[in-house]
Nanobody, 124 residues
């Protein structure tokens, strides 16, 4: 098993930047593909970005986050990051990191390990 703890969420003005971090512990971190999801009030949880075990492959959801958000990982530090730039009020949500063994996943149901979430609020 792997345990995940997110940090870095806070209130930020539109146009600002944030970097979220997710620290992993337990099993070998590099055995897991990782994803960042978000869930806004009244909406379903959606994938924002995902990264392969080595970090060589990344995926970003179609739509508004592409070009503004960057996912990366440092397996030596057991940490995955989400750099968020040019933030918009519609980015307001609870952000979760998640892990699954081996291959990238694209749906919440494909991930078996989750952090507790960190709140990001973007004011206009």
């Amino acid at each position: 098993q792997v345990q995940l703890v997110e940090s870095g969420g806070r209130l930020v003005q539109a146009g600002g930047s944030l970097r979220l971090s997710c620290a992993g512990s337990g099993r070998t971190f590099s055995d897991y593909a990782l994803g960042w999801f978000r869930q806004a009030p009244g909406k379903e949880r959606e994938l924002v970005a995902a990264i392969s075990r080595s970090g060589g492959n990344t995926y970003y959801s179609a739509g508004s986050v592409k070009g503004r958000f960057t996912i990366s990982r440092d397996n030596a530090k057991n940490t995955v990051y989400l750099q968020m730039d040019s933030l918009k009020p519609e980015d307001t949500a609870v952000y979760y990191c998640a892990a699954r063994p081996y291959a990238l996943g694209y749906k919440p149901t494909e991930y078996g390990y989750w952090g507790q979430g960190t709140q990001v609020t973007v004011s206009s």
